[in-house]
């Protein structure tokens, strides 16, 4: 009998043990399972996603930067400029900031730009002092030197002009000479005037750069 109910009372416990089993519910209230999700913690998929949205910000952001500073920039940046003081001896780029400004020859003269230009008479060199210095109301400095072998340099055009132009307008561009008997070719000079473009030609008279032409464009889409 006692056999019997022993029998009983192990199977009555083999019993309980399979619901238990079954029903994960009855688990301490320390069991994992049965504490709600803890939600102060995002996915990890959403980590990566925002950690991309903020890479694409910091990018955009750049290119705006990049691209904006390109916009506003000058048309300046569109001729081919170099470092004067590569183009010819720094002594006659001191000469040419000497004869044309008040700015100091030793310091400034690393900064000046040159453009060049060659024709049969010699070798033009157009000298931008890329110095607010040289700069008024009417615009900034510019002037070009006729440089040619044993003999100094000659300063054959000067003028104050405004390099703020639309993107597709150049400040300085070379223009065919109509005479062919110059030496030098001529050069296109664009003005802004109010909402239009004043489009200037100087061309080589054997001793200066002189005015040839001038016209008004009219510019599309204002």
């Known amino acids: 009998m006692v056999t019997k109910d022993r029998e009983a009372n ?17 688990f301490s209230p320390n069991n994992l399972a049965s504490k709600p999700p803890d939600n102060s913690k995002p996915p990890t998929s959403f980590l990566f996603i925002g950690r991309w949205f903020r890479f694409g910000v ?18 300046t940046a569109t001729i081919p400029w170099s470092v004067a003081t590569k183009v010819v001896p720094v002594q006659t780029v001191q000469l040419v900031v000497t004869e044309n400004s008040e700015l100091n020859p030793q310091s400034d003269a690393p900064n000046v730009l040159a453009w060049t230009v060659d024709g049969k008479a010699g070798r033009l060199v157009v000298f931008n002092f890329n110095n607010p210095g040289v700069c008024s109301n009417k615009g900034c400095l510019y002037v070009a030197y006729l440089i040619r072998k044993d003999t100094s340099p000659v300063r054959v055009f000067s003028s104050y002009l405004n390099p703020n132009l639309p993107r597709n307008r150049l400040l300085l561009q070379v223009a065919d000479d109509p005479t062919k008997t110059s030496g030098l070719p001529c050069l296109q000079v664009q003005q802004p005037s109010g909402d239009n473009i004043r489009q200037l030609v100087f061309c080589f008279n054997g001793r200066e750069y002189q005015l040839a032409k001038s016209s008004l464009i009219e510019v599309r889409g204002k």
């Not at 309980?16 to 089993?21: K, N, R, Y």
């Not at 910091?58 to 048309?75: D, E, H, I, Q, Y």
């Open 10 to 26: 192990i199977s009555q416990k083999q019993k309980g043990d399979l619901v238990t089993l079954l029903h994960p519910q009855h």
């Open 58 to 75: 910091m990018l955009f952001l750049l290119l705006s930067v990049l691209l904006g500073t390109a916009g506003c920039s000058t048309n």
